[in-house]
Nanobody
Framework: QLQASGGGLVQAGGSLRLSCAAS????????VGWIRQAPGKEREFVAV????????YHTDSVKGRFIISRDNSKNTVYLQMNSLKPEDTGTYYC????????????????WGQGTLVTVSS
């Protein structure tokens, strides 16, 4: 089970840190990603991290601004978001998969409930 938190309202240029807390002892065996969905738009992959954090990938639109990290001792994955832009607005979901890297299945992977990020201009 995944629980996303940390969203909120922030001005453009500001920062937020999202957290994805997981239950279960096998969390460290999963790739964990962040996916966002803006109102009226399709879901968009944001970033992913490998089980022990040795590999990460960020989509081009957030490179240099967002950083994904994890602390397996706390069963938590983070998304540090800096220099936020209005186009970053959306609901951010975390997802965990043993096989998915830049794609996560709603049917076969674990998803959190989402946390809303609103960036005002």
């Amino acid at each position: 089970q995944l629980q996303a938190s940390g969203g909120g309202l922030v001005q453009a240029g500001g920062s937020l840190r999202l957290s994805c807390a997981a239950s279960g002892r096998t969390f460290k065996t999963y790739n964990v990603g962040w996916i966002r969905q803006a109102p009226g738009k399709e879901r968009e992959f944001v970033a992913v991290i490998s089980p022990y954090g040795s590999m990460t990938y960020h989509t081009d639109s957030v490179k240099g601004r967002f950083i994904i990290s994890r602390d397996n001792s706390k069963n938590t994955v983070y998304l540090q978001m800096n220099s936020l832009k209005p186009e970053d607005t959306g609901t951010y979901y975390c997802a965990a998969s043993t096989t998915g890297w830049r794609t996560f299945s709603r049917e076969s992977d674990y998803w959190g409930q989402g946390t809303l990020v609103t960036v005002s201009s």
